[in-house]
């Protein structure tokens, strides 16, 4: 049954055999990765986002509680927010880690941890907002502080003033010394009461910039001896205003007794408050560290697992890869033999049949299979069988081929007989038209010639004719030409006249101009004396006259410059009555050459009014000699062409002569290579029967061969 499939389904059937068996391998190795990738996925999606989470709680928990410190050393409000800020981010992580719990019940360190964080982080929020209290407590009474202390230090400063402006009046008044004493004891004790609140004042701020209760402690004690003080100063003062102000001063110190006393309270809550808030923080931070350590121990096993299932894995590939191979191996050749044993038989017979043995049958191929090589079998056996019988016909063919050809060797030799005799008598026609068209050439040159020799007359007439007419048109324009040059020079004589009018005028006007400069100069020397006189008579006044030297001064100086300036415009006068002068001479010389020039225009005009005339004269008798020309150039054109039409007709005689001749000299050639062929189709012939000779058809006897049947 297998001898009846096709190519294809044979090879269809191995390559899917291999293909089973390489599906079988890769399910084995399939089965075995499942876990693998199961442990894989895990570890993806439960204990690697456990770090994260982990990690990201872990790192807004340090950040929460760096800010936080940072709150509580320095009571700025951005570090408080930034704290709340990563407080919410932990938060939220906290919220995450215990989706995840949710999602995968495996996580079990991180849902107990996740609870125990967040309940630790709500403690430290809770705690946070402790601080924030206690630091807006302290806040508060730092500001309830500054402002008893500004009540004590500005009583205790009126109460000193007014005892120094008191020792200034009695010491002004000479009181008595009693007196003096008494005075001058309040203001010492003033002055120590004053230097005691700065000395108090000093301790609360250093102590709380400081953060040392025992700086604190010991300004509150220094309270005491402020009471002393003021008490000592009661004792001694009188007045209602003064008690008053002493009054105030004790009011305000223990104000700010009970400040100090309450900030030091405060203060020491705030660091309780502190100590708990980092307990409660490095909680979280210990719970976050153990959930990290939880999921890399998971990580670490499932890695450790995964690797030494995948040795497993990679060794029982290997086997059934090698398994899978020799089976293929073996399906392969089985499969390839079966296709390379018919082919070898069917190229050993195609050599038979390409050396010329051609008694091959279908018997010989001895292929039983009904798939593509049996088909290939019986196609080359019918191949074969037909040129078997196309070999026999050609003998056949060749012999009654060789006997045509001899046939029409003969009948050629008669057919080139009779095409010599008729290639003569055309060659001597031939001769005959040859001498007639030389004949006519010749005629046909002197006519040409003798037309050509009319067409140069003809053309040099109309050259003549082109020329005059030309020439007439340009004495014409030169007419023209010479009327408007007669117009402008007119023109330019009457300008000329006008400048020279112009010009005139303005020598006149230089003139008036040069007797003004002449004025000015005599102005300016009689200004110049007067000037100088001036200075004369202010140096005779003396102290008196010095303003107005000044002035005789500056007229002096404006004098020269004026008469600077008017012998400056006399120079300029004289240049210009010069320029003037020399321009009335040329304008009068230009004056006499223009009406020279329309003299000569004239004449010019005459001239050119007799050249027009003797021009058009000879245009009329250029044009009679083209009129005459033409006509003769017409007669000597259809001499030519009666000439070229017999020598047209010479030559198409002489064409047809030489056309017949160049015929029958190819039907002689023709002839000669039928004959050829002829000759050569008879070689082909015997060469062809030798051929198929060498073809064997038919068989000698019984002969079998030594391959076996497949």
């Not at 660091?271 to 708990?276: L, P």
């Not at 010749?442 to 006519?447: D, G, L, P």
């Not at 003769?632 to 005689?653: C, H, P």
């Not at 050569?680 to 079998?704: A, H, N, Q």
Request: charged content about 25%.
């Amino acid at each position: 049954m297998f001898k009846n499939f096709k190519i294809g389904a044979k090879l269809g059937i191995s390559f899917g055999a291999l293909l089973l068996i390489f599906a079988a391998v890769g399910g084995l190795s399939w089965y075995a990765m499942e876990e693998v990738s199961d442990e894989s996925r895990s570890l993806a999606d439960q204990y690697v986002p456990e770090m994260v989470i982990a990690s990201n709680i872990h790192d807004a928990v340090q950040d929460m509680m760096y800010e936080i410190r940072g709150y509580g050393l320095t009571y700025e409000r951005h570090y408080l927010e930034a704290g709340r800020k990563g407080a919410e981010n932990a938060r939220i992580g906290f919220g995450e880690a215990a989706a995840l719990a949710q999602k995968y019940p495996r996580l079990l360190v991180l849902r107990a941890e996740a609870e125990k964080g967040l309940a630790g982080l709500e403690e430290y929020i809770r705690l946070i907002d402790e601080s924030q209290k206690k630091v807006d407590e302290l806040a508060s009474l730092q500001t309830r502080g500054a402002g008893v202390e500004s009540v004590y230090f500005d009583n205790a400063e009126k109460f000193l003033l007014s005892q120094e402006a008191e020792m200034k009046e009695e010491i002004e008044k000479y009181a008595e010394n009693a007196k003096l004493e008494e005075r001058l004891k309040k203001i010492t004790l003033s002055n120590m009461l004053n230097d005691q609140g700065n000395y108090v004042v000093e301790a609360n701020y250093r102590g709380q910039s400081q953060r040392n209760p025992v700086l604190l402690e010991e300004g509150i004690s220094r309270f005491g001896e402020m009471q002393a003080t003021i008490e000592q100063l009661r004792a001694v003062t009188r007045q209602k205003e003064n008690m008053d102000q002493l009054d105030a001063v004790a009011k305000s110190g223990g104000d700010y007794q009970t400040v100090m006393t309450e900030i030091l309270a405060a203060w020491r809550e705030l660091n309780e408050v502190n100590a708990r808030r980092t307990v409660a923080g490095r909680q979280v931070l210990a719970i976050t560290e153990k959930i990290l350590e939880a999921g890399a121990e998971s990580a670490q096993h499932i890695a450790d697992h995964a690797v030494e299932h995948l040795g497993s894995t990679i060794l029982m590939i290997i086997g059934s890869t090698l398994f899978a191979v020799i089976l293929g191996s073996a399906i392969a050749f089985i499969m390839t033999r079966s296709l390379t044993r018919p082919l070898n038989r069917v190229t050993v017979l195609a050599g038979m049949a390409g050396g010329g043995d051609l008694s091959i049958d279908r018997g010989d191929f001895q292929i039983n299979t009904r798939d593509e090589l049996g088909m290939m079998a019986d196609s080359l056996a019918d191949m074969v069988g037909e040129q078997r019988e196309m070999v026999r016909m050609m003998r056949d063919k060749s012999v009654h081929l060789s006997a045509l050809s001899e046939e029409s060797a003969a009948s050629t030799e008669e057919v080139t007989s009779t095409t010599s005799e008729v290639a003569e008598g055309n060659a001597r026609l031939a001769e005959q038209t040859r001498k007639g068209r030389e004949n006519s050439v010749e005629a046909s040159k002197v006519m040409l010639e003798m037309s050509n020799l009319i067409q140069i007359s003809q053309n040099l007439a109309a050259n003549a004719d082109k020329n005059s007419t030309e020439m007439a048109g340009a004495t014409e324009e030169g007419r023209k030409t010479v009327a408007q040059t007669v117009e402008h020079m007119e023109s330019i004589r009457q300008s000329v006249e006008e400048t020279e009018e112009l010009l005139t005028q303005l020598n006149t006007f230089s003139e008036r101009i040069g007797v003004v400069g002449d004025t000015i100069t005599s102005l300016a020397d009689q200004t110049n004396v007067l000037a100088l006189n001036a200075a004369i008579e202010a140096a005779r006044a003396g102290e008196a006259g010095r303003g107005f030297a000044v002035v005789a001064e500056e007229v002096r100086k404006l004098a020269e410059q004026s008469q600077q300036g008017a012998g400056e415009v006399a120079e300029l006068v004289a240049k210009i009555l010069e320029g003037t002068r020399s321009a009335v001479a040329s304008m009068q010389k230009s004056r006499e050459g223009v009406e020279e020039g329309v003299s000569i225009a004239h004449v010019a005009g005459d001239a050119l009014e007799k050249i027009d005339k003797a021009v058009k004269s000879s245009l009329e008798d250029v044009r009679k000699i083209i009129t005459t020309t033409s006509e003769e150039v017409a007669k000597s054109e259809t001499v030519i062409a009666l000439i070229d039409v017999n020598s047209s007709v010479m030559e198409l005689t002489d064409d047809h002569v030489q056309t017949l001749a160049a015929s029958m000299e190819e039907t002689a050639a023709a002839m000669e290579n039928v004959a050829t062929s002829a000759q050569e189709v008879s070689e082909t012939s015997e060469e062809l029967r030798i051929m198929t000779e060498r073809f064997k058809v038919e068989r000698d006897g019984e002969e079998t061969s030594g391959l076996a049947v497949i």
